[in-house]
């Protein structure tokens, strides 16, 4: 069974540029997460998926960050304008169930200079 | 809201020698609490994981874990470790779906 995967694996950008990133979870798994992981500090909840509908997106950090699951399966985050703050890891995961162990991608390393 | 807290940024052990990782969290009321491992150059895999039941959670690579109610704890601990656990290692706990993680502690082994 392939694991949830993330793309691209690094990512540098200038400030202002815009930047997507994506994710493709384990299939049949409908819950979809995004946690981010800035330097130095904790991972953070950026937002749920349960399918295609966004079930909490509270953690998700401004406007400038647009996050899509078309049809169920693989998401997108994009970032536009990006920022230096916005520099970090970006963790994709998916589960079964709620509640449950939750899957993990490698991340994705973005670096805006 | 729940918190997680790991004291220790950094623990280094004697390869060989055994270790805690300390971890405690800020509720009283039922949890699921995990705790993560980032090796070197890879995403999060689980170690472990407490729902219910026992308090003493076996991991992988011979990790075990207790939960303490009472204390608020979820330590990790491995008898003896060895090169290869060379890692970070992340408490986390669910709240409804999402986790809420701890600083991690990067283990560090000395030969």
């Known amino acids: 069974e392939a694991g949830v995967t993330q793309f691209p694996s690094h990512s540098v950008i200038e400030k202002g540029q815009t930047v997507t990133l994506r994710c493709d979870p384990i299939s049949g798994h409908d819950n979809l997460y995004w946690y981010r992981r800035v330097m130095g500090k904790e991972i953070k909840f950026l937002l749920h998926f349960v399918k295609e509908s966004k079930q909490d997106e509270s953690g998700m950090p401004n406007n400038r960050f647009l996050a899509e699951r078309t049809g169920g399966t693989y998401s997108t985050l994009k970032v536009q304008p990006a920022e230096l703050e916005d520099s970090g890891v970006y963790f994709c995961?998916?589960?079964?169930?709620?509640?449950?162990?939750?899957?993990f991608g490698p991340g994705t390393r973005l670096t805006v200079l | 809201a729940q918190s997680v807290t790991q004291l220790d940024s950094q623990v280094p052990v004697f390869e060989e020698a055994p270790v805690e990782l300390r971890c405690n969290y800020s509720s009283s009321v039922s949890v699921y609490l995990f705790w993560y491992v980032q090796y070197p150059n890879q995403g999060l895999q689980l170690l472990l994981k407490y729902l219910s039941g026992s308090t003493l959670v076996k991991g992988i690579n011979g990790f075990e874990a207790e939960f303490n109610k009472s204390q608020t704890s979820f330590h990790l601990r491995k008898p003896s470790v060895h090169i290869s656990d060379t890692a970070e290692y992340f408490c986390?706990?669910?709240?409804?779906?999402?986790?809420?993680w701890g600083a991690g502690t990067k283990l560090i082994i000395k030969p």
């Open positions: 995961a998916s589960s079964q169930l709620l509640g449950n162990e939750q899957f």
């Open positions: 986390a706990v669910s709240e409804h779906y999402q986790l809420i």
